[in-house]
């Protein structure tokens, strides 16, 4: 893998090299939180110090909240056409781009999910690493360093960028703005590395204890804890919304009004819902709250684990931020610790 500098008198002339392969999407601030949105000029790509948390994590371009993906009519059925442009998303912090590869894998394995997987090609992760704020706990969950699945990230040490090249398409970001980005990387950047690895692993203040929790868990299953939370759970579907790596979705058919004509749609859902567990003949296999909960949290703590080797929780925080009556991550771990 490929390390070289970006000096920060430089750090302008970057949008115009990324413009060159797509649209340049990064946070931009929306009230008091950020969203990710299409940057149209280059004063307005902005490089933040401190963790940005957007409303909605990456998954919003590799799965749309909703679309169609058949149309029908009495005479044919046609996939509708769709241009995707290539979009390059920078200052993707490293816990999402941890979740980007579970993504990965969830989508490509068993099954190939082809929705995802044309639109995952077209996109390109400029990542950035960033001191955490009181909500994050990716160091944690072992998510706060990445090492792959971005195609160039970037590591703020004060006058300069340390630039990590991950992929072919990174090295051609890096070929077409061979003017800016410098191989001339001395040892002596080494002890800058160093001590902004150490002040970073400092700053970490949310000390969520997993250990344990994938057994606990399993012990726990039948706990009066559960019950509680789903008295209080609004079944609003908020965090499965916000998490990076929640997946539900839905697929139904819609008739036009003469009833010729249709179209299929699909879009997300959440497990936290009631009808998301409804089944022919009205039966629902997770009719209280308290069992959808417990589905949520034992996907994200320890069924996961079983299928792909690490828990499904990346330690962004936004669920501790959204959940309007503070069920989340941290107080599940609490209630299971005793
Ligand atoms: S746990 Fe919180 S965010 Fe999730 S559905 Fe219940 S109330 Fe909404
Ligand atoms: S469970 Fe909460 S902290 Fe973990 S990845 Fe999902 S939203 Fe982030």
């Known amino acids: 893998m490929r390390v070289l500098k970006l000096s920060k008198k430089d750090e302008k002339k970057l949008y115009d090299v990324l413009n060159k392969f797509g649209e340049v999407w990064a946070p931009v601030p929306k009230g008091s939180r950020y969203v990710y949105d299409k940057i149209e000029k280059k004063e307005d790509l902005v490089s933040y110090n401190e963790f940005v948390r957007t409303i909605l994590p990456i998954k919003k371009f590799l799965m749309p909240q909703d679309f169609n993906i058949l149309n029908l009519s009495p005479s044919k059925f046609e996939t509708p056409k769709v241009d995707i442009p290539t979009r390059v998303i920078v200052g993707v912090p490293p816990c999402e781009i941890h979740a ?17 997987m044309e639109r995952r090609e077209k996109v390109i992760i400029i990542g950035k690493s960033s001191l955490p704020d009181e909500y994050l706990f990716s160091h944690k969950t072992n998510t706060s360093i990445v090492e792959e699945g971005y195609d160039l990230f970037f590591i703020d040490l004060g006058d300069y960028y340390l630039v990590w090249v991950g992929s072919e398409k990174g090295d051609d970001i890096v070929r077409l703005g061979s003017d800016i980005f410098s ?12 001590a902004y690895r150490e002040k970073r692993r400092k700053a970490f203040t949310k000390h969520i204890d997993l250990e344990g929790v994938t057994d606990l868990m399993e012990l726990m299953y039948d706990a009066d804890f559960w019950d509680e939370f789903g008295e209080k759970c609004l079944s609003c579907g ?9 997946t539900c979705f839905n697929v139904i058919d819609e008739l036009e009004l003469n009833k010729d004509e249709g179209h299929r749609r699909r879009y997300w859902d959440s497990c936290m819902f009631k ?9 629902n296999f997770r009719e209280s709250r308290a ?15 079983g299928h792909f080797g690490s ?14 009556v503070e069920i989340n991550v941290e107080t599940v771990v609490e209630k299971l610790k005793g």
Not at 101 to 114: A, G, H, P, S, W
Not at 183 to 194: I, N, S, Y
Not at 275 to 283: E, I, P, R
């Open 291 to 305: 069992e959808r909960l417990k589905l949520w949290y034992t996907h994200k703590l320890k069924a996961f684990i």
């Open 100 to 116: 980007l590869n579970i993504l990965d894998k969830f989508y490509t394995t068993d099954f190939v999910d082809n929705y995802y």
């Open 183 to 194: 191989e001339d990387v001395p040892v002596d950047v080494a002890h800058d590395f160093v």
């Open 275 to 283: 009808d998301y567990s409804l089944v022919a003949g009205q039966h």
């Open 311 to 324: 828990p499904s929780c990346v330690g962004c925080g936004r669920c501790i931020i959204t959940c309007p």
């Open 238 to 246: 908020q965090c499965t919304m916000v998490c990076p790596t929640c």
